[in-house]
């Protein structure tokens, strides 16, 4: 009872419903959980169900980036998500796709973590330290001046993990990220996940068509 008195919602959802074309028959229907700090949570289901559509509801990218309708709330940190200014949340509730090169703007690994960092508006000294830290908190130190276009499916979804690790966000958002690795590749992320949530107070939400075990 004494830990359940501890638990600090982070995300709240209520009620929630969306769909891509009419909201009377939703893909995602009336659907309300928590997500507390520090916690992780294992969105399962079939191909199709809706997992990738709610994560990308959690961080407020839909229904803004598609034509698709919504109705409840979501609460980040007891704020509706719908009061945050554009870009906002996004540095709070950070995702890694299933097809990390969506998400890539630069050529080479180094430049793609600067990019990251100079939106934020890093000091340019701390820029380059900030980079050497996370390749190697990824593993992939000796990859900092490759081309992206050249890396393995595994190492191409660390770099895209590494961005959003530099946002330094309080929660992850990882939408079905081994859904395209071979089982070595897959077995790999699944650890690296596992230390950083060992090492940081990060909440994680974890999208999957199976359980992943590492």
Known sequence: MKEMTQLKPLIEVNQFSFDYEQINEPLISEVSFTINKDETVLLMGPSGSGKST????????????????????????????????????????GIVFQDPESQFCMITVENELAFTLENIQTPREEIEPKIDQILETIGMTDYKYHNIHELSGGQKQKVALASVLLLD?????????????????SLEFVNLIKDLKLETEKSISLSSIKLMIG
């Open 54 to 93: 709610i994560s990308l509801c959690l961080n407020g990218l839909y229904p803004d980036a598609v034509e698709g309708v919504a109705s409840g709330d979501i609460f980040f940190k007891k704020t509706n998500i719908e009061d945050f200014e554009n870009g906002e949340l996004n540095q709070n509730v």
């Open 169 to 185: 966000p309080e929660l992850i958002i990882l939408d079905e990220p081994t859904a395209n690795l071979d089982p070595v590749s």
